[in-house]
């Protein structure tokens, strides 16, 4: 089978005009992930799960997988087509036609608030990927085949031959016997390492900085690789992890070739217990969600205090609006980040971030951070917005045993902003109440005021609260 890539932009406008409902915001559970990376799911519901069977909306089998989808609405037909395989399906009947030979489905397709869902497992199967279910994680895992000879369409490697032509190729391939690596992802606190082999990977980990190794004998990169993850001339790559305080970055690389061995580095932010699960499924995971850190090494672990910052928003998320159409969630981050550094100095203070860049953690995803790691104490930092004359500096707090927390962060806020002090306040916040330690919420100022706004996003202003945020920490903690 030919690389998944094309796709069918021309019926896109049909799909948004059967399927109006599109984009509705709703939470779903459950993620489907293709060579270890995670697909684009609707947000509205309409991925389930039925009778055991994942059912997705047509719309990501075009999009996401890039299938062809023809819908004829009168008949209730589904028509899939990728290379020479065609799928029709019915909505309603449990029965297919393969390539025009009926196929007994485990669920029929149906119709959900105006989109038709199908199932995932037969549609990805009729077009050769292999298809797995993680049960506890609620996700699916899509592989596609190893097109191994690197002849797929479209590689224009051949000069003047054309694609349909194909030379055989009287030199065995060496490579032709080792696993291609299709991807590589990060989510949920877990490695996971697409492959379409066998694989038999040695895991370890090397100190200072602490690092965790998956070595994969035996190996390569796909062909396709390089299409979802950057890929140097030099067969090496990396991407950020920000979501989970444990790791920072993830490298891979190909470090060997007697045998053609393809490294993968988690770079951590500290020790941490893994669990290797290779169960020959196409799927290689490195979980780092056990228990127990090791003992003595994690944050706070070394007799030292932790702290979680908690740059309020992100993502999708701005926060207010200021003024001048400035961002909350820009401010909230610079401050944070700035922070960082500070506390970086601090030998007796380990911090984690609940975000460090542009991303947006769920209220829950900065909560659960604070109690998994048993955080001494919570900051999260913000900027208000209300009626344009409302001007100053707040902190908030939900439980009583935050006051003294609020207080002595308060002070400090009020000192270094030179903004006009609004309070201590005590108000029923999602991360303030939630969290299990001391913790507060920082409202550095209104955005909705011309003159916060003119100095919220100075660097001076940004510096100066920063330090204001680390005094208040140390003093607090009794570090002084
Ligand atoms: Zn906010």
């Known amino acids: 089978m030919k690389k998944i890539g094309f796709t069918a932009l021309m019926f896109f406008a049909m799909f948004l005009f059967i399927f109006p409902q599109w984009g509705q915001a709703a939470a779903g559970s459950t993620s489907i992930y293709l060579d270890g990376k995670a697909l684009e799911l ?17 719309r990501v089998v075009v999009e996401e997988l890039g299938f062809v989808v023809d819908w004829d609405k009168k008949t209730r037909t589904i028509t899939i087509q990728q290379s020479d395989t065609q799928l029709k399906l019915v909505v309603g009947q449990s029965t297919a036609l393969v ?18 869902i199908v ?23 899509l592989i ?4 191994g000879s690197g002849n797929g369409t479209g590689s224009g490697e051949n000069a003047g031959g054309g694609n349909e032509e194909q030379t055989p190729d009287p030199v065995p391939d060496p490579t032709a016997n080792l696993a291609n690596v299709g991807g590589i992802s990060f989510s949920d606190n877990r490695l996971m390492i697409a492959v379409d082999k066998n694989v038999k990977p ?32 030099t067969q090496n790559g990396y991407f950020d992890v920000t979501e989970y305080p444990d790791v920072s970055k993830v490298r891979y690389a190909l470090f060997d070739d007697q045998p053609s061995t393809i490294r993968v580095v988690l770079d951590m ?35 030292k ?75 999260s930092v913000h900027a208000n917005a209300g009626s344009a004359t409302a001007s100053g500096v707040e902190t908030y707090y939900t439980r009583s045993e935050s006051l003294s927390l609020a207080k002595v962060m308060h002070k400090y806020l009020v000192q270094s902003s030179g903004l006009s002090d609004r309070g201590v306040r005590s108000k029923s916040l999602h991360v303030t109440r939630e969290t299990k330690m001391p913790a507060v919420l920082l409202e550095c100022g209104y955005l909705s005021n011309k003159n916060d706004n003119a100095v ?21 903690l009794g570090l002084n």
């Open 42 to 58: 609707p947000k509205n519901g309409e991925v389930q799960n039925v009778n055991g069977n994942v059912m997705i909306p047509i």
């Open 99 to 116: 390539n025009g030979t009926k196929v007994k489905l485990a669920a029929a397709p149906k119709l959900v608030s105006d989109t038709t």
């Open 202 to 233: 040695s895991i370890f980990t090397m100190a200072g900085p602490d690092r965790i190794v998956i070595d994969l004998p035996n190996t390569k990169f796909a062909d396709t690789f390089s299409n979802n993850l950057m890929l140097d001339q």
């Open 269 to 303: 932010n500290y020790t941490k217990k893994y669990e290797l699960i290779n169960n020959n499924d196409g799927l290689i995971i490195v979980n780092l969600n056990t228990e127990s850190s090791t003992p003595g090494t994690a944050p706070g672990g070394n007799g």
């Open 305 to 379: 205090k932790l702290v979680v910052i908690d740059a309020g928003h992100g993502g999708s998320d701005p926060g207010a609006i200021s003024v001048t159409k400035k961002k909350e969630k820009d401010f909230n981050l610079a401050v944070v980040l700035k922070v960082q550094e500070l506390l970086k100095q601090e030998s007796d203070i380990d911090f984690v971030l609940t975000r460090s860049s542009d991303t947006y953690p769920t209220l829950q995803d900065r909560v659960k951070i604070a109690n998994d790691l048993k955080a001494d104490i919570f900051i």
């Open 144 to 147: 596609t085949p190893n097109s």
């Open 456 to 476: 919220l996003y100075t660097e001076d202003f940004q510096d100066r609260v920063a330090e204001g945020v680390v005094k208040g920490i140390k003093e607090y």
């Open 119 to 141: 199932p995932l497992r037969f549609v990805g199967e009729q077009m050769g990927l292999t298809v797995t279910w993680d049960n506890v994680k609620k996700s699916a895992h």
